[in-house]
């Protein structure tokens, strides 16, 4: 059973690009929360989609996007990058359960360095 | 104020030590609350989840207080291999909706040194 497999694992763009990172959750879990972690900081919540809609969001510009597709997987997408984007992107999966509420389980996460 | 405050240390301690790191966190609503381990360059990965009774997983031990909204982790007999960094991360609900969110602190960083 795969867990959260996300890509790309590292990547390097410059100042005003923009870039698409991916996460596939894991298998069962239907929810996906994309979290921005600075060197240092803890995870800092994104956004979060669930039935293909962003239900939750953090305080993060406009620049942040995001999608999820039928089969739960998901984008985050960052328009104009800047160098304080440049951070490790981490994407968590989760599904609710009555009995054990969420588990949230997290994937690698994508290095992203803006220069 | 922060969600959740974490003293980022570092905290460095010989082999065998006994360590304990602290957290407290702003929002009573807060429904569920972890410990989660990482190593450098990695993600972060479950430790324990944190109950009101305290539970205990061999040598490390977790503490919740609701009343003093404070979180605790304690490990016992410290090894090599428990250096990494320790987050702790509390989840709410929104109202009227499963879906949560984590709210991490900024981490504590252990070195446990031969």
């Known amino acids: 059973d795969a867990g959260v497999t996300q890509s790309p694992t590292h990547l390097i763009k410059t100042r005003g690009q923009q870039v698409t990172l991916r996460c596939s959750p894991k298998s069962g879990h239907d929810t996906v929360s994309w979290y921005q972690q600075a060197l240092g900081q803890g995870p800092q919540f994104i956004f979060q989609y669930y039935?293909?809609?962003?239900?939750?969001?953090?305080?993060?510009?406009?620049?942040?996007?995001?999608?999820?597709?039928?089969?739960?997987?998901?984008?985050?997408?960052?328009?104009?990058?800047?160098?304080?984007?440049?951070?490790?992107?981490?994407?968590?999966?989760?599904f609710f359960s009555r009995y054990s509420g969420n588990t949230i389980y997290f994937g690698e996460g994508s290095w992203l360095t803006v220069v | 104020r922060k969600e959740v405050e974490q003293d980022p240390g570092p905290f460095n301690v010989p082999e065998g030590a006994t360590v304990a790191f602290n957290c407290t966190y702003s929002n009573s609503a807060s429904q569920s609350f972890f410990w989660y381990r990482q190593d450098c360059r990695k993600e972060p990965k479950l430790l324990m989840s944190v109950y009101s009774s305290g539970n205990e997983d061999g040598r490390f031990t977790a503490q919740l207080n609701r009343a003093s909204q404070y979180i605790s982790l304690l490990i016992r007999d410290s090894k090599l291999s428990d250096s990494a960094t320790y987050l702790c991360a509390v989840n709410r609900e929104n109202r009227g909706s499963t879906l949560g969110r984590l709210y991490f602190g900024r981490g504590t960083q252990l070195t446990v040194w031969p």
């Open chain 1, 51 to 94: 039935e293909e809609e962003e239900r939750q969001r953090g305080n993060f510009p406009d620049r942040f996007s995001g999608h999820q597709f039928p089969n739960y997987s998901s984008e985050l997408n960052v328009n104009a990058l800047l160098l304080g984007d440049s951070a490790l992107y981490l994407c968590a999966s989760s």
